[in-house]
């Protein structure tokens, strides 16, 4: 008998349905050939500290057991919020437990999600059974139709070939657990409220605060621009100069604008060509969600969840996907799409070219498809229709069997000898594939002139002021995920996204395309950020983690946290172990315990949410440490005394409040930046509660 064990109850199903004839037997389908089972997506989670340390499951955390480095990862059953044993998990796991152990079972096939989640989640189910001396095999499937689950039964390769995908996979899980417990716990019990830190929501929530602190502090400059917008031949030609002035210059602009006028405009140089224009490629996830979110601001946990359940129907390939290509073993796959396609009257016909098949830029999985089984669009919910739409219509656009066709024009206009103007414009002769496009399109007209001709030209000043960065929206934060690195202008002007590629599979992304979407959910949840429409904005508690991590010298940029990418992805193809991976990590923990502000055996240790720092000199009650300040219990009766954590970017110690309260006052200490980024020292002295510099 061969044991398929299924990652959800849903692909469990879909797999017993292809493989026909099975009856229902409580948790799993049975034949005289196959079992089908089905795990709840995480059966196991990694111990908490307190598996390692001997402390009571839920008890209060401390300081002195961090940080935790276990010498071999645990994993458990796992848990509720209560921290007691999910009971439904249990017996899910006790009845796949007896089904690997019968002595009939002879084969074990892992059918999990066909990534690395997906890969270590039904490992770990087998890794805690009895069951020796059997076939373990895996069962990957890029779609869920009948025919592509029976075709992956019949081609099933030995588990040990996903061996490296598996190390990638618990690599990422060690090294997230590290990050996360001994992180989270340093910072929770340094502030007082929950701070959820981790590898790759942290950076997240910094390039929000980054940018929205940017154009919080944004002052714009006003400028003079010059321009024409004057009509020739019935069309409006628009030329503005290279040349700017200040807004204290109109009369410097004004001159400018009239030697500009007299001189005149002479066509120099009339380029023009018809082309055929590429319909672009196919959807990556993240693709499709800037597609989603621009268009219809449909949030990333949304568009995921509406994608999830269509790849679950067999609609549509495996969502989870960085690609925006197939692969060239996908040729026959496709042809038989396109016929069904064909079907409905849509005008398609197969196309190879590099643009659509090129197995250089597929890591695991291809671009998103819809599957040879079409839908009735009338039984998807509203939501489903759009997602899928937007795939579909993808598809036939790369396709389609009828050219777009576009006059593309360049006119070069020549100002006397002031300045050279380069006009383009394009204007659809043909729509062919645009008109399944949703995206917006427009063309730009130019007049029909040739060389000689004069262009009508009457620049004047026109006062301006220079943009604030944007906020980021669903499209841009992805953008900068997939390549925190990237020059957004040179890649739009790059004519391959091969720097694209190099960048996912050297593992410089920020999070992936499984798990990003949960990992910003989590983040507005937390009340970091949150997303409007489709814009993301940065919320008081997102400031509050930045601004504290800061405090305590806990770096989580996009440098550390794509080194460790780089070297997951070095586990993935077999260039470093598991170990080497994670002593990475633990090396970067370490060095935030041994700094000085988180050691407690140093001066400039800024202590523990609540530690007492001393008596108060107004009202003689207590100063304890809190969120933003070390501050008197008699706050709430009126008194004023207050030390704040973070003095103009310097952190206060435990010792320099005590040394205050007592004294009154400290000796000369260094570090402070002042507000034009210049570096002083100072005396600090206690004046009514408060604290003022004092400048010897």
């Known amino acids: 008998m061969t044991l398929i064990i299924a990652e959800k109850p849903s692909l469990a199903r879909n797999i017993a349905g292809a493989i026909g004839g099975m009856a229902k037997r409580g948790s799993y389908f049975e034949n005289g050939r196959y079992i089908v089972t089905w795990a709840f997506g995480h059966l196991f989670s990694l111990c908490d500290i307190e598996d390692y340390t001997g402390g009571a499951p839920g008890e209060k955390w401390r300081l002195d057991v961090l940080p935790c480095f276990p010498e071999e990862f645990r994993f458990k059953l796992r848990s509720g919020a209560d ?4 009971e439904g998990a249990k017996r899910q796991f006790e009845t796949i437990k007896a089904l690997c152990e019968r002595e009939d079972v002879s084969e074990i096939v892992n ?9 270590i989640i039904v490992r770990l189910i087998v890794m805690n059974t009895e069951a020796k001396n059997k076939s373990f095999l895996r069962l990957w499937l890029p779609d869920q139709t009948n025919e592509t689950i029976l075709s992956a039964l019949s081609e099933m390769k030995s588990e040990k070939e996903y061996d490296n995908l598996s190390n990638e996979g618990f690599a990422r899980t060690y090294i997230d657990w590290l990050y996360g417990v001994n992180l ?3 910072a929770t019990l340094k502030c007082g409220t929950l701070l959820r830190v981790g590898r790759v929501i942290v950076p997240i929530v910094k390039a929000v605060y980054d940018r929205d602190k940017a154009i919080e502090n944004f002052i714009p400059e006003k400028y003079l621009a010059l321009e024409s917008r004057e009509e020739t031949n019935g069309v409006e030609v628009l030329l503005t100069s290279k040349y700017k002035f200040g807004p204290n210059s109109p009369e410097k602009a004004r001159l400018a604008c009239e030697k500009m006028n007299e001189a005149g405009a002479v066509v120099t140089s009339v380029k023009t060509k018809n082309e055929k224009l590429s319909p672009g490629k196919l959807y990556s996830l993240s693709k499709l969600q800037n597609f989603l979110g621009k268009k219809y601001k449909m949030p990333m946990d949304e568009s995921l969840a509406v994608i999830q359940k269509l790849y679950e129907e ?15 073993a996908e040729k026959d796959k496709v042809k038989k799409i396109i ?27 291809s671009a ?16 489903e229709k759009l997602v899928y739409s937007a795939v579909f219509r993808r598809f036939v656009m790369v396709f389609c069997s009828e050219d777009c066709v576009a006059k593309k024009t360049e006119i070069t206009v020549n100002v006397g000898k002031y300045e050279d103007f380069s006009v383009k414009g394009t204007v659809i002769l043909e729509p062919g594939w645009t008109r399944f496009d949703d995206s917006p399109r427009s063309g730009k007209l130019l007049p029909e002139v040739k060389k000689g001709d004069k262009i009508n030209i009457n620049f004047a000043p026109r006062e301006k002021e220079t943009s604030a960065p944007k906020h980021y929206t669903i499209e841009t934060l992805n953008n900068y995920l997939k390549n925190p690195f990237r020059d957004e202008k040179k890649a739009a002007e790059a004519d391959d996204d091969m720097e694209e590629y190099r960048a996912v599979f050297e593992g410089l992304e920020l999070g992936t395309e499984a798990t990003r979407t949960g990992i910003i959910g989590n983040a507005i949840q937390s009340g970091y950020i949150e997303l409007k429409k489709d814009v993301y904005r940065i919320l008081p508690g997102g400031e509050f983690l930045i601004e504290s991590l800061s405090r305590m010298d806990i770096s989580m940029d996009k440098y550390k946290t794509s080194e460790l990418g780089k070297a997951l992805k070095k586990v993935f193809h077999g260039e470093m172990s598991v170990d080497s991976a994670v002593l990475l990590a633990e090396k970067e923990i370490e060095d935030v315990f041994c700094s000085s502000v988180n050691d407690p055996s140093s001066d400039s240790f800024s202590g523990v949410y609540g530690d007492e720092a001393g008596v108060c000199p107004l009202c003689g009650k207590r100063v304890k440490k809190g969120r933003y300040s070390f501050i008197c219990e008699g706050n709430k009766d009126g008194c004023e ?16 409040a005590k040394t205050l309260l007592s004294e009154g006052k400290t000796e000369k200490l260094s ?16 004046e009514n509660g408060r604290v003022v510099f004092v400048f010897t």
């Open 83 to 86: 921290k007691q044993p999910d």
């Open 641 to 656: 005394t207050k030390i704040p954590l973070m003095l103009c970017s310097r952190p206060i110690s435990l010792k320099e």
């Open 314 to 328: 067999g609609y549509v390939t495996y969502p989870r996907t960085n690609s925006e290509y197939l692969a060239s």
């Open 184 to 186: 989270t716990r340093v």
């Open 671 to 686: 570090g402070f930046i002042s507000k034009r980024g210049k570096s002083f020292d100072a005396v600090l002295a206690l």
């Open 111 to 119: 059918a999990g999600d066909a990534d690395r989640e997906g890969e």
């Open 368 to 383: 998103l498809t819809p599957t040879y089984k079409i839908p009735d669009v009338k039984k998807l919910s509203e939501k």
């Open 339 to 365: 016929a069904e396609v064909s079907k409905l009257g849509y005008p398609v016909r197969f196309v190879d070219k590099k643009t659509i098949f090129d197995d250089s830029k597929i890591e695991s999985h």
